[in-house]
């Protein structure tokens, strides 16, 4: 069984892989507050979120259906480490 | 709009189009199956190769599978957003010049859709879905969106070309797909041909209506070298990487897409197109000076 301090350094790795992918997208990644808007910054565009989406599900072993999923959910880190990792906390 | 050489050019095109028409419904043989045990993509051409990540040839010969349906969707899915770009050009006062051509442009490009999706649902069970974003696209306003469109049109030509006048060509895959690669080749080369013609007219235009200047270049600049990142990805099909039965599909998939060998090829794929970005004035650097496809 995994543990909640298991679950919380499953969910901190992976944020280092959507940090890390986030990064090599956008150099401002660094200095971003984990509630500001991925996608109004520009850090995700259009052509971008496709990658994206593949790599959440490479890392949850979830498919993910891009036309049902709710962008709202990936706005923000703090929104995409909440989803990744259930009751997340902020940052 | 056009000037005497582009007019002469068009004009050429069209009559060659006229020579060329067949027609695409009774042009091929379709066999009644394809072999799986034959490779459907030369393994050279596989996303694999070069990387030594995967070794089973059962498994190669199943990616080679997928792969190509992956390949023909993306012919499919490409052919899509370059009718609706070209229908909602035509007999439009900007692209007067270009009407006659562009009819047998839309009806090539119409006859190539069909027999892509064709051999996906004969022999393979049909093609993949688009590769869908839900976030808006990129809003450049309508004079920058005819380059973005065209643009976009051209990359996805070009590479695909790549590939066309190779496995066309290729001895190693059965006689269907060879004549698939081939008679697409063959057509293309006057779209590729057309395409670079318009978008330099395209660029030309939207330089002189836009106010914004070199900031509004340096942005579209970026957005095709994405675009052109986006498409080198599309190649890397998580759907056929996980139904060719390989075991860590996606963790195998994202290494090949990252792996030095292939990031060398990326470049040999995109060189030509990339040469005439640079060539025309649209980019200032080229795409393959440290081109990264996991950004």
């Not at chain 1, 706005?75 to 009751?87: E, K, S, V, Y």
């Not at chain 2, 005497?4 to 009559?15: I, N, P, T, V």
């Not at chain 2, 995967?54 to 009718?83: C, P, Q, W, Y």
């Amino acid at each position: 069984m995994t543990s909640a301090s298991d679950k919380a350094a499953e969910t901190d790795e992976a944020m280092e892989k959507v940090v890390d992918f986030l990064r090599r997208a956008n150099d401002a990644t660094d200095a971003l507050d984990w509630d500001q808007d991925l996608i109004e910054l520009r850090i995700l565009d259009s052509l971008a979120f496709v990658e994206f989406l593949v790599l959440l599900e490479e890392i949850t072993g979830a498919p993910v259906d891009p036309g049902t999923i709710d962008v709202e959910n990936f706005r923000t880190l703090n929104r995409i480490h909440a989803m990744i990792g259930g009751a997340g906390s902020d940052r | 709009m056009n000037d005497a050489g582009s007019g002469a050019m068009l004009a050429r095109l069209s009559e060659k189009s006229r020579h060329d028409h067949y027609n695409p419904y009774t042009r091929f043989s379709w066999p009644d199956t394809v072999p799986e045990d034959s490779w459907w993509m030369t393994p050279e051409y596989l996303t694999t190769h070069g990387t030594g990540l995967v070794e089973d040839e059962r498994i190669l010969k199943a990616l080679a599978r997928r792969e190509t349906v992956n390949f023909f969707s993306l012919h499919v899915h490409g052919i899509r957003e370059l009718m609706i770009g070209v229908s909602q050009r035509i007999h439009t006062p900007d692209f007067a010049d270009y009407n006659e051509y562009l009819h047998h442009f839309l009806g090539e490009e119409n006859a190539h859709m069909w027999f892509f999706a064709e051999f996906c649902y004969r022999y393979a069970g049909g093609i993949y879905p688009e590769a869908y974003s839900p976030v808006r696209g990129e809003g450049f306003g309508p004079a920058w969106e005819d380059v973005v469109v065209f643009a976009r049109i051209l990359i996805f030509e070009e590479i695909f070309d790549y590939f066309n006048s190779r496995l066309g060509k290729s001895a190693e895959i059965p006689a269907i797909l060879r004549e698939i690669h081939a008679v697409h080749h063959h057509d293309e080369s006057r779209h590729v041909a057309f395409g670079k013609q318009l978008l330099k007219h395209l660029y030309a235009r939207a330089c002189e209506q836009d106010q914004a200047g070199p900031e509004r270049r340096l942005e579209i600049e970026n957005y095709i070298k994405s675009y052109m990142t986006y498409s080198v990805r599309s190649l890397y099909s998580p759907h056929a990487y996980r139904d060719s039965g390989m075991p860590k599909a996606l963790e195998t998939r994202r290494a090949a897409m990252t792996h030095p060998v292939r990031e060398a090829f990326h470049s040999k794929v995109m060189a030509r197109v990339d040469r005439f970005f640079v060539a025309a004035g649209i980019f200032q650097t080229a795409w393959g000076v440290g081109n990264d496809v996991s950004k």
